[in-house]
């Protein structure tokens, strides 16, 4: 699966420089080409126990059962241990700046990948390059990489300003330095009125750009984001959609947002990723070139949607027959 276009680079080397300059350009070239995230050929399967008792079955997550547990329900039931494949050799290149959208219908992968890349869960094979570099779990990129969840899991016992400031404190960065970057984050997401408060006092909406301020003030190299949005009202929604075209137009920064919501992906994306649950792997790519803030009424977008609609038909006849 080729996921990434060949480098606009290529054809650029200037006519008449010399040797030397070209081959620095050409390095440089090379450089700049280098994925910010390759996810590289990545399978994951999860193990259950189904054990099987008076005619009835039941089934376990294999990894939760003791050993103990396992040796007692196998002396009084029949079990048998499966797999339940997820993923299936997903490749996957993000570029430097780059905003990417993944989306697909519940339950296809979606988080196991992103946890995946934010080395909360190991891939059964396959690798993770960093800006080219496979990724070593000793050196310790993952906070360069930063999860955004649905619900925030913020510090409740901390304010706005010490969990902005948390990651930053065990990075142990200066107390002022620390401030400055944490006050720079809390005003890019517009909370500096409410920086003295505490999380429970915040709505859903303030506590999720709270998260957005403490992901950027470690400066990630990529920010991952697992539908990030999906518990907010939808005005709520749509204004903090309007706040993370802007931030990323600000910082540039590389995102890698999750999503079932179709339009949330299109609204968003650089590119849109379809995940299907079918393949186990990704279906199909959107590149999409419409400038941002986008018009959810356009009919460029509507296209797009019906598109990326028909890609989900597969899927949605499994889910129909569950
Ligand atoms: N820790 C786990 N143990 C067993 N099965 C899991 C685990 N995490 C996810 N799964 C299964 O993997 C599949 C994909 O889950 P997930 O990645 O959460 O999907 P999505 O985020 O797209 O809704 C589901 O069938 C889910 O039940
Ligand atoms: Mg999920």
């Given at each position: ?21 070209r ?8 450089l ?35 050993s ?47 946890n ?21 779990i ?87 984001m ?75 977008l ?13 899927d ?7």
């Amino acid at each position: 699966m080729t996921l990434i276009e060949t480098s606009p680079y290529t054809n650029k080397i200037k006519n008449g420089s010399s040797h030397q300059e070209r081959q620095e350009q050409q390095k440089q070239e090379t450089l700049d080409f280098i994925p910010a995230l390759h996810v590289k050929d990545v399978y994951k399967s999860f193990d259950y126990k189904i054990s099987k008792n008076n005619g009835s079955s039941k089934i376990t997550n294999y990894d939760h059962i003791s050993s103990e547990q396992q040796q007692l329900l196998s002396n009084s039931t029949r079990s048998f241990r499966t797999s339940h494949e997820v993923l299936n050799g997903v490749d996957l290149k993000i570029r430097e700046g780059e905003f990417v959208t993944i989306v697909g219908p519940s339950g296809c992968g979606k988080s196991t990948l992103l946890n995946i890349i934010a080395e909360l869960d190991k891939p059964d094979s396959g690798s993770l390059l960093i800006r080219g570099t496979v990724n070593d779990i000793n050196n310790a990129l993952s906070t360069k990489r930063i999860m955004i969840f649905q619900e925030s899991a913020l510090f409740p016992w901390l304010n706005v300003q010490e969990n902005v400031e948390f990651g930053l404190r065990i990075a142990k960065v200066h107390k002022e330095r620390r401030r400055q970057i944490a006050d720079k984050y809390i005003e890019m997401v517009g909370l500096s009125k409410f920086s003295e408060s505490l999380v429970y006092q915040l709505s859903g909406g303030m506590k999720q750009r709270v998260a957005i301020a403490r992901a950027l003030a470690i400066e990630p190299e990529v920010l991952l984001m697992d539908e990030p949005f999906a518990a907010l009202d939808v005005q709520t929604r749509d204004l903090l959609h309007e706040e993370l075209v802007g931030i990323h137009k600000t910082t540039g920064k590389t995102i890698l947002f999750v999503t079932h919501n179709i339009n949330e992906a299109i609204l968003l994306g650089d590119r849109v990723i379809v995940l299907s649950s079918v393949l186990k792997d990704i279906k199909k790519e959107f590149q999409i070139d419409i400038p941002r803030p986008r018009d959810p009424e356009s009919p460029e977008l509507y296209e797009i949607k019906k598109q990326v609609l028909r890609e989900f038909e597969g899927d949605l006849q499994i889910a129909k027959r569950k």
